[in-house]
């Protein structure tokens, strides 16, 4: 990747993770290979202040996994039992939106519940509905960072947004 400056003549390209940053955006550095996070994905530390919040369900190992290595990342997340506490409709609505998804495509369709409400041929307002509801309904775990909000499936998926 051609390394870009800005008019700081900062750079704004992070060799360490191969992708564009924005000037003045903190730094990754990767770790040892010995220090992988739980994905098999060398864990990367974050070098500066970053904000991430996990809607997490202790019971998913996807979730587990994904909350793993945000820690080994260097962050200590804010952790939303989202089954607890669940999102109202606009936080619900922004994390889809914000993830680029669609109701359709942020529910989990092995629930059994899924099934027992007709959901497959239900239209998106139908299915958002039925995630306010039944919370048990919302695929996870949803990762929101200063960088962007992720479904984190597969579980690597988190390294985009931090």
């Known amino acids: 990747m051609p390394e870009r400056t800005c008019s700081k003549g900062a750079s704004s390209v992070d060799r360490s ?5 924005p000037c003045g955006a903190s730094r990754w550095v990767t770790t040892p290979p010995a220090a992988s996070s739980r994905s098999g994905v060398p864990a990367r530390r974050h070098t500066g202040a970053v904000t991430v919040t ?5 019971r ?9 290595t945000v820690r080994e990342s260097g962050v200590e997340p804010t952790v939303v039992k989202y089954l607890e506490t669940p999102p109202d409709e606009a936080t619900l609505r922004r994390l889809i939106d914000d993830a680029g998804l669609t109701p359709r495509t942020a529910v ?10 007709g959901l ?12 306010l509801e039944h919370p048990i309904l919302i695929e996870r775990p949803f990762v929101v960072s200063d960088t962007g909000t992720v479904l984190a499936r597969p579980a690597a998926t988190v ?3 931090l």
């Not at 993770?17 to 940053?21: Q, V």
């Not at 998913?60 to 793993?68: G, I, M």
């Not at 989990?108 to 409400?117: G, I, N, S």
């Open 17 to 21: 993770i191969g992708r564009l940053a």
């Open 54 to 58: 996990v809607y997490h369900n202790p």
């Open 60 to 68: 998913c190992s996807t979730s587990r996994t994904v909350l793993a």
């Open 108 to 117: 989990r369709t092995r629930e059994k519940l899924y099934a027992e409400l």
């Open 120 to 131: 497959a041929d239900a239209d998106d307002e139908t299915v958002l509905r039925a995630m």
């Open 159 to 161: 390294s985009t947004v």
